[in-house]
């Protein structure tokens, strides 16, 4: 496995809950996997922890393992090496990345590319004219070449793990479907593995292999893409297509979740998302969530699955 | 594809052939909106979709007096809007009191020092209208009293939109602008906002103009739609018929983006010429 | 979708000793200015021509000037003087400059261009050089020296208000504001300014030390306070004489008090500057 999160809990100071709390999360060589939630769900800590990059006032317990090294216990040198070489991470803003004085081809450079693969790379990521580019500055460039920039930079490392952290939100649609069918292509090329964080379900769905919700630091529910859109388990993830607009679905209205997605400030003592849940019963509000294993594979942390989980023909009958 | 506004005697917002132009460092001009009509029925909703650049943003500016047209009119009710702000006190509130709009980012379109009962008052105020109204409105978008004392960096983004829309709300609009109202929040809240807007429209008969990049938002919940590219309107319609039955290649390409099951990031891209 | 996942947490803001010892320093000056009249063990005016030029000893502290007045007892009045002025000329400069800068920035055009060519105009002038001017004019004194000072600091309140107004006035809240129908004097007094003020005033509060510095300056050149004002720039001038004499105190005492308050001004100034821009 390249990358394993297991029971992974991350405290900040000054929270009323955890940030991550009891992550297991796992992504294989070659294997696009998303991770979906709202805001404050914990996706770009989870992120970030597979980057050994927590805030230094956190606690955390668990493990994080990319190939075999621990994660948390690198420090210095090994700690340096794993985040220039092992894993590479993209965000949303490719700005935050690049350093705005120095030229596109410095910026790959850094990362351990020579002028000719820096140029390739370019090339690769559907940059037009890349020697011109090499010696271009950030502001030159739209925010859409400038992550295509970033993703060279990612890819220069020959990294065995991506992390996309909303790495297409900001981006034109056509832009967004340009560039993320150049991270499948480059991703079969290199067998590298891709956590892809989004907080657009059709998104995860269409381009991943295995999706993880996260909703108040948890993990609530693993599946396969086909699964979650077909049978999504966990009543969150039920809620969530419920209130996403699909295209070409005009019939159906959307049903909003009530309430707002919980902050750091708010703890829970048993299933954070019972006061929100329309199948909620009283004992789920004492229940501490534990996942569980689905009939195909999956996992669901509800204090009702798999026995609640209606079967796709009974969703699309209600 | 027609161009023409429908130019019904219903028609409650008749925009007519705007155009915008801005100088180019050296010479030449961008066309940043060129030759847009469309119209919208009292209670009636229409979707502006495209993508950065398309500028749908400087039509809605437009349509609220922020960006003058370099030609074209707008009319509400009949009446032309004047392009800029009216001297006149009483003539620049009735202008007012024709198109509101809500902005993008509820993180920085509320006055950060006012309370959202401080934010309302200010404009019932403004508007000579009872301060009381105040707490109703506040109501009416589902805040409560804690809410009402709060700051806007005490409050949630879903919340900001709430305030910002019951802000617009207080001036009692004709038409709302929507510039991509929903785009900053959680699905969850923008579902929550979509159904207010919903209620508000079939409430009051505030005809929504709803400016928006996100296709299967703007198919939920407008009547009509404009496909912008590069400042001009590819194609215009019934919202239903234009993303069921698309006429433009570029509408086509656009619905082809948009990731759903069983699509391939792949198909996207060599459509685009 | 903002990829804001973490709520900001608040991290334990530490004060740097520094900047304690400094609000310490303040905060003992500004006592020592308000109780002067019962700390001085003498009046600040008291001649003793026996006393001339004493050191330190048990009845006069921090020793005479050549005078023999107290230099304890005229430094401690002197901190009112020295302590007030700069406030009214950064309250001079902060009117002006903010009405300047703020109507630059919202009306831009041939107004934004009209004031940012006279700061610019300004700004090339030596700033003590024009302050000269408006003295030899209208006459020396504290009040023309606080007026002209106040005139001088207008420039660079003026260009920092702008330049901050023109990143609020492009806010959507400010768009809404016009879109409602307010008008442009009402929104600018109203919204926009309150909405400066905090980054204004820290602004002001860095400038505090180097208005206090060209006080004393104007004073030390003759230009300001005159005798037998306490005031500190002209306690060192009148001490200067006594250098040559082989006396260091009567120009060591005022100039380490002028010293040692810009210097704790600009310390805590550019900490409580920092946080206040944090905050905006």
């Known amino acids: 496995m390249l990358l394993t999160l297991d029971h992974l809990t991350v405290r900040l100071p000054g929270t009323a809950r955890p940030v991550l709390d009891d992550v297991t999360l796992r992504v294989a060589a070659g294997e696009v996997v998303g991770l979906v939630g709202e805001s404050g769900s914990g996706k770009s800590t989870t992120a970030k922890a597979a980057l050994g990059l927590l805030p230094g006032t956190a606690t955390a317990s668990g493990t994080v393992r990319v190939d075999d090294a621990d994660v948390l216990a690198l420090t210095g040198e090994e700690l340096r090496r794993h985040r220039a070489r092992t894993v590479a991470m993209i965000h949303q803003d490719p700005r935050a990345a690049l350093n705005p004085v120095r030229r596109i081809g410095d910026f790959l450079r850094e990362r351990g590319a020579d002028r000719d693969r820096a140029a390739q790379l370019l090339g690769a990521v559907g940059l037009s004219d890349p020697e011109r580019r090499l010696r271009q500055r950030p502001h030159e460039l739209s925010g859409g070449m400038l992550q295509r920039v970033v993703i060279a930079g990612a890819l220069a490392a020959r990294p065995r793990l991506l992390l996309a952290d909303e790495a297409t939100s900001a981006l034109d649609v056509t832009t967004q479907a340009e560039i993320l069918a150049l991270l499948r292509t480059l991703r079969a090329e290199q067998g590298a593995g891709l956590l892809f964080i989004t907080h657009d379900l059709h998104l995860a769905a269409a381009y991943c292999d295995r999706v993880y919700v996260m909703y108040a630091g948890r993990i609530v529910e693993e599946r396969t893409a086909q699964a979650f859109f077909a049978a999504p388990a966990h009543p969150y993830t039920r809620g969530l297509l419920d209130c996403s607009p699909t295209l070409g679905d005009t019939s159906r209205p959307l049903l909003p979740i009530p309430g707002r997605p919980p902050s750091l400030g708010d703890a829970f003592p048993g299933c954070p998302f019972a006061s929100r849940c329309p199948d909620a019963e009283p004992a789920c509000e004492t229940w501490r969530p534990e996942a569980a294993e689905l009939p195909d594979g999956g996992v669901a942390a509800c204090r009702r699955a798999p026995a609640a989980v209606p079967t796709a023909t009974e969703r699309n009958l209600s | 594809m027609s161009t023409e506004p429908r130019n019904g005697p219903d028609a409650l917002l008749v925009v007519d052939g705007l155009r915008k132009t801005y100088p180019l460092p050296g010479r030449g001009r961008l066309?940043?909106?060129?030759?847009?009509?469309f119209s919208v029925a009292p209670g009636g909703s229409l979707g502006i979709v495209g993508e950065s650049g398309s500028g749908k943003t400087t039509v809605a500016r437009m349509l609220v007096g922020l960006v003058r047209p370099d030609a074209g009119t707008v009319t509400v009710d009949g009446r032309p809007r004047s392009p800029r702000p009216p001297r006149r006190r009483q003539a620049r509130l009735a202008r007012a009191r024709e198109v509101q709009m809500v902005f993008q980012d509820p993180y920085i379109s509320l006055d950060p020092r006012l309370t959202a009962a401080q934010c309302l008052r200010t404009t019932l105020r403004l508007h000579g209208r009872d301060e009381a109204t105040a707490v109703r409105l506040l109501e009416r978008v589902g805040l409560g009293e804690r809410e009402a004392d709060a700051r806007p960096r005490q409050l949630s983004g879903g919340q900001r939109q709430r305030l910002a829309i019951a802000r617009a709300l207080a001036v009692q609009p004709r038409v709302l602008v929507l510039d991509e109202a929903v785009a900053a929040l959680d699905v969850s809240i923008q579902a929550q906002i979509l159904q207010l807007l919903d209620t508000i429209r079939r409430d009051t008969g505030v005809a929504l103009v709803f400016v928006s990049h996100d296709l299967a938002v703007v198919q939920h919940v407008t009547d009509d739609v404009l496909v912008m590219h590069r400042g001009s309107v590819v194609e215009q319609g019934p919202t239903q018929r234009v993303l069921a039955e698309p006429a433009h290649d570029y509408t086509r390409l656009l619905l082809a983006a948009v990731p759903r099951e069983g699509w391939d990031p792949e198909g996207a891209v060599p459509a685009r010429a | 979708m903002t990829a804001l996942t973490l709520a900001p947490v608040r991290v334990p803001d530490r004060r740097p000793v520094g900047v304690t010892v400094a609000a310490a320093v303040l905060l003992l000056v500004v006592l020592a200015a308000l109780l002067a009249p019962w700390l001085?063990?003498?009046?600040?005016?008291?001649?003793?021509?026996?006393?001339?030029?004493?050191?330190?000893?048990?009845?006069?502290?921090?020793?005479?000037?050549?005078?023999?007045?107290?230099?304890?007892?005229?430094?401690?009045?002197?901190?009112?003087?020295?302590?007030?002025?700069?406030?009214?000329?950064?309250?001079?400069?902060?009117?002006?400059?903010?009405?300047?800068?703020?109507?630059?920035?919202?009306?831009?055009?041939?107004?934004?261009?009209?004031?940012?060519?006279?700061?610019?105009?300004?700004?090339?002038?030596?700033?003590?050089?024009f302050t000269v001017l408006i003295i030899a004019v209208f006459g020396t004194g504290t009040t023309t020296s606080v007026l002209a000072l106040g005139l001088a600091y207008t420039p660079t309140v003026a260009k920092y208000t702008r330049s901050l107004a023109l990143a609020e006035s492009r806010k959507p809240y400010v768009d809404a504001y016009r879109i409602q129908g307010m008008g442009g004097a009402r929104i600018c007094a109203l919204h926009l300014v309150p909405n400066l003020g905090r980054a204004v005033v820290g602004y002001l509060v860095v400038l505090f030390g180097e208005a206090l510095m060209s006080l004393a300056t104007l004073s030390y050149l003759g230009f300001g306070a005159q005798p037998p004002s306490s005031d500190w720039g002209l306690m060192v001038q009148e001490g200067q004489a006594a250098v040559v004499q082989g006396a260091l105190l009567p120009a060591l005492v005022p100039g380490t008090a002028i010293a040692l308050v810009v210097v704790s001004f600009n310390v805590v100034g550019v900490w409580a500057a920092d946080r206040l821009g944090r905050q905006a």
């Open chain 3, 40 to 129: 001085a063990p003498y009046a600040p005016d008291a001649i003793d021509l026996s006393a001339s030029l004493a050191g330190t000893s048990g009845d006069h502290l921090l020793g005479t000037d050549s005078s023999g007045q107290d230099l304890l007892s005229r430094v401690l009045h002197g901190a009112r003087s020295s302590l007030v002025a700069p406030v009214l000329l950064l309250a001079v400069a902060a009117l002006l400059g903010v009405t300047l800068g703020v109507l630059a920035a919202w009306r831009g055009g041939w107004t934004d261009a009209l004031v940012s060519r006279l700061t610019d105009v300004m700004y090339a002038f030596p700033g003590l050089l």
């Open chain 2, 31 to 37: 066309t940043a909106a060129d030759d847009v009509s």
